[in-house]
T-cell receptor
Framework: DTGVSQDPRHKITKRGQNVTFRCDPISEHNRLYWYRQTLGQGPEFLTYFQNEAQLEKSRLLSDRFSAERPKGSFSTLEIQRTEQGDSAMYLC?????????????FGPGTRLTVT | AQRVTQPEKLLSVFKGAPVELKCNYSYSGSPELFWYVQYSRQRLQLLLRHISRESIKGFTADLNKGETSFHLKKPFAQEEDSAMYYCALYGGSQGNLIFGKGTKLSVKP
């Protein structure tokens, strides 16, 4: 296991298009998180899953954003009708359960550019 | 509101000098605080947590509840310490980490 992986690493899209990102967590981790990071900011929480259940969503996650983790393994984050303000680095992280949830292992990120 | 503040965007020191990266937090409960680090071209990774009170790569951090601070310190900086450092607060029941904006540490030879 080489850690958390994300695909694609870079995505350039035109405003109004839909995009989907994938995250593969560390195999024994049951928690999976999505964060967004813009220039000069720290990562901002979007949502997280425990197994296949989506337990928390940030107010940052507008109706155009949807995340799934259908079998409790990999997760996808979809952004519909992208806007220029969606341009950011999208980070995925995974962790063990509640007692160790603070120790999150991050992926390399997907950099989204909306033109 | 839960918040983490890192007042310095950039901290530049010479090799061998002491380093202190500041972090202040706002949290209504009993906080769990962490430092994450991102070296150039690498992914974000956990550096240390306040509960363990351990020293990692020569860094230590003490939680001061009175001053609501969790500053990261190292007595003698090394060039390989150059990186982006993020202070983070664990949201507990919400399950997420709340990050500060980060401080870029540059250690000059």
């Amino acid at each position: 296991d080489t850690g958390v992986s994300q695909d694609p690493r870079h995505k350039i899209t035109k405003r109004g298009q839909n995009v989907t990102f994938r995250c593969d967590p560390i195999s024994e981790h049951n928690r999976l998180y999505w964060y967004r990071q813009t220039l000069g900011q720290g990562p901002e929480f979007l949502t997280y899953f425990q197994n296949e259940a989506q337990l928390e969503k940030s107010r940052l996650l507008s109706d155009r954003f949807s995340a799934e983790r259908p079998k409790g393994s990999f997760s996808t984050l979809e952004i519909q009708r992208t806007e220029q303000g969606d341009s950011a680095m999208y980070l995925c992280a995974s962790s063990l359960g509640s007692g160790r949830a603070y120790e999150q292992y991050f992926g390399p990120g997907t950099r989204l550019t909306v033109t | 509101a839960q918040r983490v503040t890192q007042p310095e965007k950039l901290l530049s020191v010479f090799k061998g000098a002491p380093v202190e990266l500041k972090c202040n937090y706002s949290y209504s409960g009993s906080p769990e605080l962490f430092w994450y680090v991102q070296y150039s071209r690498q992914r974000l990774q956990l550096l240390l947590r306040h509960i363990s009170r351990e020293s990692i790569k020569g860094f230590t951090a003490d939680l001061n509840k009175g001053e609501t601070s969790f500053h990261l310190k190292k007595p003698f900086a090394q060039e390989e310490d150059s990186a982006m450092y993020y202070c983070a607060l664990y949201g507990g029941s919400q399950g997420n980490l709340i990050f500060g904006k980060g401080t870029k540490l540059s250690v000059k030879p």
